[in-house]
């Protein structure tokens, strides 16, 4: 929200531009950074010294998750990077879409991260079968939720991008993609829940080297393929929808296989 807030008073109340946006985020990452330290600082501890024995396996985690993030981000930057060597209103149309998928993403993570400490805790205190199914009825819940979605944006593909642009050209393109951006959503919600869920299991390590199948050997051949066969936003969108396909089936593999189900305190690499 104070990044919400801070952009429309730059952009708009200072007309800043595209500056006023950087500036707007640049100062509420500056301000969230502060807080964090403030709250980090503020318990009382025998002795603030880091202790690498009990920091390794978070940095473990946070480097495995590190590399599953910035390979979801690459393939965006990928699509970006294509559509801005077709067009400028394919670049804008993907804009829009992109934004909105990042929204709907964090509505849907509200679920991931519920099923995330769930079955963390579950797995914790050694029930293995609580933990899986109230798993799976995160998974039922995220794809409600992204049904819902789906219901919703599906006929609004001519509607929702005019809040964006009026731009014509622009507005054709985002017409293209919508039915992709759209449908994707309950396939979406089921990955973003089985995130939470393997996330929650302490199995980061398959989730980094499944992203990156899904990226590297998946997503972005279809990408280049759409630059250099001239398949447009189409081809890049069909691409992302695959991308989600992929992960859906490699990690709803890994949850069917219960694998991830360890109780106790998981030692994974």
Same mark, same amino acid.
């Given at each position: 929200?104070?990044?919400?807030?801070?952009?429309?008073?730059f952009?708009?109340?200072?007309?800043w531009g595209?500056?006023?946006?950087?500036?707007? +985020?640049?100062i509420?990452?500056?301000?969230m950074?502060?807080?964090f330290?403030v709250?980090l600082?503020?318990?009382?501890?025998?002795?603030?010294r880091?202790?690498?024995?009990?920091?390794?396996?978070?940095?473990?985690t946070? /480097?495995?998750?590190?590399?599953? +993030?910035?390979?979801?981000l +690459?393939?965006?930057?990928?699509?970006?990077s294509v559509?801005?060597?077709?067009?400028?209103?394919?670049?804008g149309?993907?804009?829009?879409?992109?934004?909105?998928f990042?929204?709907?993403?964090?509505?849907?993570?509200a679920?991931a991260?519920?099923?995330?400490v769930? !079955?963390g805790r579950?797995?914790?205190a050694?029930?293995?079968?609580?933990?899986?199914?109230?798993?799976v009825r995160?998974i039922?819940?995220s794809?409600a939720?992204g049904?819902l979605?789906a219901?919703v944006?599906?006929?609004?593909?001519h509607?929702v991008? /005019?809040a964006f642009?009026?731009?014509p050209t622009v507005?054709?393109?985002?017409?293209k993609l919508?039915?992709?951006?759209?449908l994707?959503q309950?396939?979406?919600g089921? !990955?973003f829940?089985l995130?939470g869920i393997?996330?929650?299991?302490?199995?980061?390590?398959?989730?980094k080297w499944?992203?990156?199948?899904a990226?590297?050997?998946?997503?972005m051949p279809?990408?280049?393929?759409?630059l250099?066969?001239?398949?447009?936003?189409?081809?890049?969108?069909?691409?992302i929808?695959?991308?989600i396909?992929?992960r859906l089936?490699t990690c709803?593999? /890994?949850?069917s296989?219960r694998?991830?189900?360890?109780?106790?305190?998981?030692? /994974?690499?």
């Open positions: 929200m104070p990044t919400v807030v801070l952009e429309l008073l952009v708009y109340g200072f007309h595209i500056a006023g946006s950087a500036a707007g +985020t640049a509420a990452q500056a301000g950074g502060a807080a330290l709250e600082l503020r318990p009382r501890a025998e002795s603030r880091p202790s690498l024995d009990e920091m390794r396996p978070m940095l473990r946070g /480097r495995q998750i590190f590399v599953r +993030t910035t390979a979801l +690459t393939s965006f930057l990928v699509a970006a559509l801005a060597r077709i067009g400028d209103a394919q670049l149309a993907h804009q829009i879409a992109f934004e909105l990042i929204f709907l993403a964090l509505v849907l993570d679920i991260i519920a099923g995330q769930i !079955v579950m797995l914790g050694g029930d293995a079968e609580g933990a899986h199914a109230s798993a995160m039922w819940w794809v939720v049904t979605f219901a944006l599906l006929p609004l593909r509607v991008p /005019r642009t009026s731009d507005l054709a393109q985002a017409a919508w039915p992709f951006f759209a994707m309950p396939l979406g089921a !990955v829940a995130d393997l996330i929650g299991a302490g199995d980061t390590r398959f989730l499944s992203m990156v199948f990226a590297v050997v998946v997503y279809i990408a280049l393929l759409a250099k066969l001239d398949w447009g936003i189409v081809g890049v969108w069909s691409g929808a695959a991308l396909v992929a089936v709803g593999a /890994r949850f296989g694998r991830w189900a360890v109780t106790g305190v998981p030692e /994974r690499a």
